[in-house]
């Protein structure tokens, strides 16, 4: 036998006397590490209670999953007497709910996202449709309201969550439309993103911000390509066309369903531009120069 083959008959041995012992690791936590997870995507199911944690836990020709899915008690599928928050993925764990998508420059938000799903029976009649020729989501689509509790154990769950990840920032609790507005819909314009921010989550603006940028449209000329520019930087996917073409409209009715859900035709007009520019304002002022746009930094009386 040959000294090669001796040495490697002698690791597997000394392998089969210490393989029910554990690795001799020494544990030094380095302080140069943060979270992997830095976005939070809020959905809807379009389904009740029962198919869609079916939906979301067993495998299927197109298998969907998120980290946590929250039931309504008006749902006849739901059965425990009080709500309760179901917990489907690990939070350091990849759950695959968003899809192709993408915020202001990151890809693939399954990769660093937690995906909440909230039992909502809003629905719109295909996919497909809301890939041809935009038309009113009215026409497309039925939404459906949020009931009090169940927002209000999103709240709860959402601020466990930030805790444990506070990477996320209060630009990056986002809806799949959002971050997809191409092809989805969710949570809806029905969904209270001003009242998660006011409990502390989620970004909005300065109702005194917007009444400057108003005044500073009335001025110039609404530049449609700096708008787009503008809603880009927030962190819509939006091509700079200098058109309200398609792909800038549904864009465009994502950011509206989000911060002036009365209204969300997905044209570009002047309160769109102002609230964007508030947001900007108030969350990303350095972006603001590169649109040669003003900052407002206001000042009480």
């Given at each position: 036998m040959?000294?090669t083959?001796r040495?490697?008959?002698a690791?597997?041995?000394?392998?089969?006397?210490?393989?029910?012992?554990?690795l001799?690791?020494?544990k030094?936590?380095?302080?140069n590490q943060n979270?992997?997870?830095?976005?939070?995507?809020?959905h809807?199911t379009?389904?009740?209670?029962g198919p869609?944690l079916?939906?979301?836990?067993?495998?299927?020709?197109?298998?969907?999953?998120?980290?946590?899915?929250?039931?309504?008690?008006?749902?006849?599928?739901?059965s425990?007497a009080?709500?309760k928050i179901?917990k489907l993925v690990?939070e350091?764990d990849?759950a695959w709910?968003a899809?192709?998508?993408?915020w202001?420059?990151?890809?693939?938000?399954?990769?660093?996202?937690?995906?909440i799903?909230l039992?909502?029976?809003s629905?719109c009649?295909?996919?497909?449709?809301?890939s041809?020729?935009?038309k009113p989501?009215?026409a497309?689509?039925?939404?459906?309201d949020?009931p009090?509790?169940?927002?209000a154990?999103?709240?709860?769950?959402?601020?466990?969550?930030?805790?444990r990840?506070?990477?996320?920032?209060?630009?990056?609790v986002?809806?799949?439309a959002?971050i997809?507005?191409?092809?989805k819909?969710?949570?809806?314009?029905q969904f209270?993103w001003?009242?998660?921010?006011?409990?502390?989550?989620?970004?909005?603006y300065f109702?005194?911000?917007?009444t400057f940028y108003l005044d500073?449209?009335?001025?110039?000329?609404?530049d449609i390509?700096?708008?787009?520019?503008?809603?880009?930087?927030?962190?819509?996917p939006i091509?700079v066309t200098?058109?309200?073409d398609?792909?800038s409209q549904r864009?465009?009715?994502?950011?509206?369903m989000?911060?002036?859900?009365?209204?969300?035709?997905?044209?570009?007009d002047a309160?769109?531009?102002?609230?964007?520019l508030?947001?900007l304002?108030r969350y990303?002022p350095m972006?603001?120069a590169t649109?040669q746009i003003?900052?407002?930094?206001?000042?009480?009386?």
């Open positions: 040959n000294q083959k040495i490697g008959n690791l597997l041995a000394l392998l089969l006397l210490t393989g029910c012992s554990s001799p690791l020494v030094v936590p380095s302080k979270s992997r997870v830095n976005h939070l995507v809020i809807f379009s389904e009740a209670f869609s079916k939906a979301l836990t067993q495998t299927s020709d197109r298998p969907v999953s998120a980290h946590y899915l929250i039931p309504r008690l008006d749902d006849a599928t739901y425990y009080k709500l179901f690990e350091q990849r709910h899809g192709e998508s993408q202001f420059r990151e890809t693939a938000l399954n990769d660093r996202s937690i995906g799903e039992v909502n029976r629905s009649t295909t996919d497909d449709a809301l041809e020729q935009l989501l009215s497309l689509c039925q939404f459906v949020y009090s509790n169940q927002i154990a999103l709240v709860r769950l959402i601020q466990s969550i930030i805790e990840h506070p990477e996320i920032s209060p630009n990056n986002i809806g799949h959002d997809a507005p191409d092809r819909v969710d949570p809806g314009p209270p001003q009242a998660l921010h006011q409990a502390g989550i989620g970004a909005w109702e005194r911000d917007k500073w449209i009335a001025g110039n000329a609404l390509t700096r708008a787009q520019s503008a809603l880009a930087l927030v962190g819509y091509d200098g058109e309200q398609h792909q864009a465009t009715r994502a950011f509206q989000h911060y002036r859900p009365d209204d969300f035709t997905g044209l570009i309160e769109t531009v102002a609230i964007t508030a947001l304002n990303k972006l603001l649109l003003p900052t407002h930094d206001f000042k009480a009386p």
